[in-house]
């Protein structure tokens, strides 16, 4: 257990804004805060601390709307490699040294990539597909230069969207989904319509785990059609929303996995008090190396009173 728990602890510690950052540079020249190396070494010990710690059981997990979904610690990773991926794919190429070569992500085809991390509004990632497990990814990239901080810190709420009433979201996480979240949209239409049995993946880490929260909540109400097929797996996400927002959300009939370290200060904000609350279901890695799921509504452990 103890050696369980420490990869773990390298694993998610390591993917954290809280943690010591890399000194890389961004391909902006900006200096970078996290770097395919770090992303790759976090993934790689939360493989070993999956094999370790028998993570080949599946887990039942029940959500706030008494949906019952399965999955596995093997799935968990698989999505933050995606997550990760995003942070080194840099075109439509899907050529990343480790999280683009991995056995459960080997074979992607990239069919557009956005990058606006040079203007007032950053946002990164890439719409992928996958024939073998017939699936549509959307990865958003988290936080990397100093703007993007800007852009988190820009925490006044607003009334988004119309169709979920009282719902407030974090306007610079709006903004920032928004920047070119046309783009994106018309890219997975398209997907959709060539794969109809395809599900879509919306994924990210930190910063770009809110956009995709975000990017949930866009599709389920605007595209209601593609409620079936969606599902949501995120990795250090901030909160982005206040109750309504989130509420609405975890009431939704698709998978959500929010995935959470101990050691992990993005959670942990916007604050409460603020009127934030985050979604369900909750991941939660604890202090021992176990893995948790939480059907969480609020959401508001010991661990993220604050």
């Given at each position: 257990m103890l050696k369980h728990s420490l990869i773990l602890f390298?694993?998610?510690?390591?993917?954290?804004?809280?943690?010591?950052?890399?000194?890389?540079?961004?391909?902006?020249?900006?200096?970078?805060?996290?770097?395919?190396?770090s992303a790759s070494a976090a993934l790689l010990a939360a493989q070993t601390a999956y094999i370790v710690g028998g993570g080949d059981k599946k887990v039942t997990s029940y959500v706030s709307n008494n949906q019952t979904g399965i999955v596995s610690?093997?799935?968990i990773v698989k999505y933050c490699r995606y997550s990760g991926a995003a942070y080194k794919v840099l075109d439509t190429t899907w050529t990343c040294s480790i999280n683009c070569q991995a056995a459960d992500t080997k074979?992607?085809?990239?069919?557009?990539?956005?990058?606006?991390?040079?203007?007032?509004?950053?946002?990164?990632?890439?719409?992928?597909?996958?024939?073998?497990?017939?699936?549509i990814i959307v990865s958003w990239r988290g936080t990397t230069i100093l703007m993007d901080w800007v852009k988190d810190f820009t925490y006044?709420?607003?009334?988004?969207?119309?169709?979920?009433?009282?719902?407030?979201?974090h306007r610079g996480f709006l903004q920032a989904y928004s920047s070119v979240s046309s783009q994106i949209e018309q890219s997975v239409a398209k997907l959709v319509a060539k794969y109809p049995d395809y599900s879509i993946v919306l994924t990210g880490h930190s910063l770009g785990g809110a956009q995709a929260t975000i990017a949930a909540v866009d599709y389920a109400t605007r595209h209601p059609e593609w409620r079936s097929k969606m599902k949501l797996f995120t990795y250090g996400?901030?909160?982005v929303g206040n109750?309504?927002?989130?509420?609405?959300?975890?009431?939704?009939?698709?998978?959500?996995?929010?995935?959470?370290?101990?050691?992990?200060l993005v959670p942990r904000v916007p604050f409460q008090f603020m009127g934030f609350q985050h979604i369900s279901q909750e991941v939660w890695y604890t202090a021992n190396g176990d893995l948790k799921f939480q059907a969480c509504f609020p959401c508001s452990g010991t661990y993220l009173t604050i």
């Amino acid at each position: 257990m103890l050696k369980h728990s420490l990869i773990l602890f390298a694993a998610l510690a390591s993917v954290s804004v809280s943690a010591v950052p890399v000194q890389e540079r961004s391909n902006s020249g900006a200096l970078a805060l996290f770097s395919e190396a770090s992303a790759s070494a976090a993934l790689l010990a939360a493989q070993t601390a999956y094999i370790v710690g028998g993570g080949d059981k599946k887990v039942t997990s029940y959500v706030s709307n008494n949906q019952t979904g399965i999955v596995s610690a093997e799935t968990i990773v698989k999505y933050c490699r995606y997550s990760g991926a995003a942070y080194k794919v840099l075109d439509t190429t899907w050529t990343c040294s480790i999280n683009c070569q991995a056995a459960d992500t080997k074979g992607t085809i990239v069919d557009y990539h956005w990058d606006t991390s040079k203007t007032a509004d950053p946002s990164f990632g890439f719409v992928a597909h996958k024939d073998d497990t017939k699936e549509i990814i959307v990865s958003w990239r988290g936080t990397t230069i100093l703007m993007d901080w800007v852009k988190d810190f820009t925490y006044f709420p607003v009334s988004w969207p119309s169709a979920v009433t009282g719902s407030k979201v974090h306007r610079g996480f709006l903004q920032a989904y928004s920047s070119v979240s046309s783009q994106i949209e018309q890219s997975v239409a398209k997907l959709v319509a060539k794969y109809p049995d395809y599900s879509i993946v919306l994924t990210g880490h930190s910063l770009g785990g809110a956009q995709a929260t975000i990017a949930a909540v866009d599709y389920a109400t605007r595209h209601p059609e593609w409620r079936s097929k969606m599902k949501l797996f995120t990795y250090g996400q901030p909160r982005v929303g206040n109750t309504k927002f989130a509420g609405w959300l975890s009431q939704q009939p698709f998978p959500i996995y929010r995935t959470v370290y101990k050691g992990d200060l993005v959670p942990r904000v916007p604050f409460q008090f603020m009127g934030f609350q985050h979604i369900s279901q909750e991941v939660w890695y604890t202090a021992n190396g176990d893995l948790k799921f939480q059907a969480c509504f609020p959401c508001s452990g010991t661990y993220l009173t604050i």
